[in-house]
């Protein structure tokens, strides 16, 4: 299961899908054109020093990062499409999902292209909230249906009695000098 930003906008949301990233062990994408460079001080902010633990690819284009995609699974593109909206589909509290599934995330201003919408109406999946409330911030969205989705597909969640021991490389600042060592697709 992967965590994927399409144009993503804000920094402060991408480095917070981050943290969760790293906190789940989960693989996130970034599809450009992105709204914030990498080197970012408030992506690099929201996600504090747990960036050694993201498992980030950067994709050129979401043509490139579809074709990526493809090639990881057997399973159709379309079968493993969750493709979150504030606008219709299917509740996320009913939604069933698979470990290999994409969990799609559209840019804050925009949401997902309407053309991937309207061509994958049963991905469509959407959080429910009060009559006058427009949306939910997307960082909120993207954890809540992280860990929705992966008790969903029966997988394992991380193992943690409530102790913290730091990540050995947390105090090293992979934004100055490493930011290129990211994968870059396409």
């Known amino acids: 299961m992967d965590i994927v930003l399409v144009y993503p906008e804000i920094p402060h949301n991408s480095g917070c899908a981050a943290r969760v990233a790293a906190a789940t062990g989960t693989r996130i994408h970034f599809i450009k ?9 408030y992506l690099k902010r929201a996600g504090l020093d747990y960036w050694p633990m993201v498992d980030l690819v950067v994709h050129e284009d979401l043509e490139t990062a579809l074709a990526y995609f493809d090639e990881q699974s057997d399973r159709p593109l379309s079968e493993r499409f969750k493709l979150f909206s504030a606008r219709g589909g299917k509740s996320l509290f009913e939604a069933k999902f698979e470990p ?87």
């Open 100 to 186: 290999d599934d994409l969990l799609l995330f559209g840019s804050e201003s925009k949401g997902l292209p309407k053309d991937m919408l309207e061509a994958n109406p049963d991905a469509r999946v959407y959080i429910p909230i009060r009559g006058g409330v427009r949306s939910l911030n997307l960082a909120s969205v993207i954890c809540l249906s992280l860990y929705t989705a992966k008790v969903s597909a029966g997988e394992q969640l991380p193992g943690n009695d409530g102790s913290y021991e730091a990540h050995p490389d947390r105090s090293r600042d992979l934004f100055a000098a490493d930011i290129a060592t990211f994968p870059q697709k396409g």
């Open 33 to 41: 054109p992105l709204g914030f460079k990498l080197e970012d001080r």
